[in-house]
């Protein structure tokens, strides 16, 4: 099988001075587990290789983590594939202001419909798949969507978001490798 370009995505690193990963070390943890043309994206925790499968590499991607660090982060993975396909599903009209969209990422897609979601700074919220496209029209530092239970509605299970200029970037590496 031919090595596909995959793109993980972390959870909760190296913000705010909590649960810090070095870049460095993150990549030698991949180059551990066999993973080839390691690359990271700034410190946020975005990783993008080469793996034969992506079988079951969450779950050893996370173990190998705690087993350094001490702390076990979420891992969210997607191929080069399944991230143009996100791109593509991009809801907004051209001329969206990039830094105000965030795009959720989940392991797996909610079992039905999102329910109405309100929030009095003007969030615009699209389900696409595994993936919330949320836009912030104040910024993300003004709003007052309630995350936890967006997050607790939209995936039942570990999520992660990024921006669209973040997303856009991750795609351009991993069509490099």
């Not at 990271?40 to 087993?67: C, D, H, K, M």
């Not at 389900?127 to 709003?143: I, K, N, T």
Request: charged share 20%.
């Amino acid at each position: 099988m031919a090595r596909q370009p995959v793109i993980a995505l972390l959870r909760g690193v190296n913000i705010g001075g909590h649960h810090k990963l070095p870049m460095s070390q993150l990549r030698a943890l991949c180059e551990g587990l066999g993973l080839t043309s390691v690359q990271t994206y700034i410190q946020s925790g975005n990783v993008v290789f080469r793996a034969p499968s992506a079988r079951n590499l969450e779950n050893r991607l996370e173990t190998a983590i705690e087993a350094a660090v001490g702390f076990r982060p979420a891992v969210i993975l997607r191929t080069l594939d399944e991230m143009r396909a996100v791109a593509a599903a991009n809801p907004f009209p051209p001329g969206f202001e990039p830094s105000k969209l965030a795009i959720f990422f989940s392991r797996t897609a909610p079992p039905g419909p999102l329910p109405l979601i309100e929030s009095p700074t003007g969030e615009t919220l699209h389900l696409a798949g595994r993936e919330l496209f949320v836009y912030f029209p104040e910024g993300q530092g003004r709003s007052k969507l309630p995350f936890a239970k967006l997050e607790r509605v939209f995936s039942g299970g570990p999520s992660t978001a990024r921006n669209w200029n973040t997303l856009l970037k991750l795609i351009e590496i991993a069509e490099s490798l």
